[in-house]
């Protein structure tokens, strides 16, 4: 069986909860289960990564050297945090396009208790909760 995430779900963040799971002491099958779980994501997430990246680059404005243009603040000062992008509905299309993307991962999802967590962390498993029955 198979269950389906969105790109949407899928962050480094999601990896760091994942990789936090594996390291505690949890049933060994759940722990298998996990583990290539979690290896099968790492690769949609690099790729979702160089996705944005690609989006990034296509729509930052650059000055005439090349550089990323940085808006300003009222007072005239460069936000450098920030970026001008050329077409902001554009790229919040392509940036939306990217993240509804739904991928299908090849692997049963885990019943929760399987894990026999002591303790967990809310903010953790909502980041992970696709990934149980």
Do not use: C
Not at 43 to 63: A, H, N
């Amino acid at each position: 069986m198979s269950f389906k995430v969105k790109n949407s779900q899928l962050s480094n963040e999601t990896l760091g909860v994942l990789n936090q799971l594996i390291e505690l002491d949890i049933n060994a099958s759940a722990a298998f289960k996990l583990t290539r779980i979690l290896k099968y994501i790492s690769s949609i997430v690099e790729d979702k990564l160089k996705t944005e990246k690609k989006i990034y680059e296509k729509w930052v404005m650059r000055d005439e050297t090349g550089n990323p243009i940085h808006p300003k603040d009222e007072q005239g000062n460069s936000i450098t945090s920030s970026v001008s992008i050329t077409d902001m509905n554009l790229f919040t299309k392509d940036m939306s396009d990217l993240l509804e993307i739904e991928n299908e991962i090849p692997f049963d999802k885990l019943n929760f208790e399987d894990l026999n967590l002591q303790t967990a962390k809310i903010k953790d498993l909502i980041k992970v909760e696709f990934l149980f029955n």
